[in-house]
């Protein structure tokens, strides 16, 4: 009885580790989005703030500029998609550890309830 004791203290433990990842997958998750999510709101605006300037008028020059910070920022929330998409599929994999974990501390503890009843017994 001893050795599942001690088996349910390191299963017990792996537990408590996969869910300390989990909630560190989940708030890298949630960065990475926030940060995305700024960057598209970013765009959106410098593109109206700048849509509307050229609408006055502007140099061939500015639009030079406009077009290429332009595509920097396409880039940029590209990347941050692709890290976002990436953190998603580690939240993924962090839960699905956690569920792993769960399910063998229950069965540990079904085993040591068994032995329990057949030592009872």
């Known amino acids: 009885m001893q050795s599942l004791r001690l088996l349910m203290q390191r299963e017990q433990q792996q537990r408590d580790h996969a869910q300390a990842a989990l ?5 890298a998750a949630r960065r990475a989005s926030e940060q995305c999510e700024q960057l ?3 765009r959106g ?3 109206e703030r700048w849509s509307a300037q050229f609408n006055q008028g502007g140099t061939m020059d ?3 500029c406009y077009r290429s910070f332009m595509q920097r920022l396409d880039q940029a929330v590209a990347m941050q998609t692709r890290q976002a998409e990436l953190a998603e ?3 993924s ?3 699905h550890a ?9 069965s540990v503890r ?3 309830a068994r032995r329990g009843a057949e030592i009872a017994h």
């Open 110 to 112: 079904k085993l040591i």
């Open 89 to 91: 599929r580690q939240l």
């Open 93 to 95: 994999q962090a839960r």
């Open 45 to 47: 605006e410098y593109e």
């Open 98 to 106: 956690l569920m792993e974990c769960e399910r063998r501390v229950a």
């Open 62 to 64: 500015i639009l030079k």
């Open 23 to 27: 909630r560190q997958a989940e708030d």
């Open 40 to 42: 598209r709101a970013y």
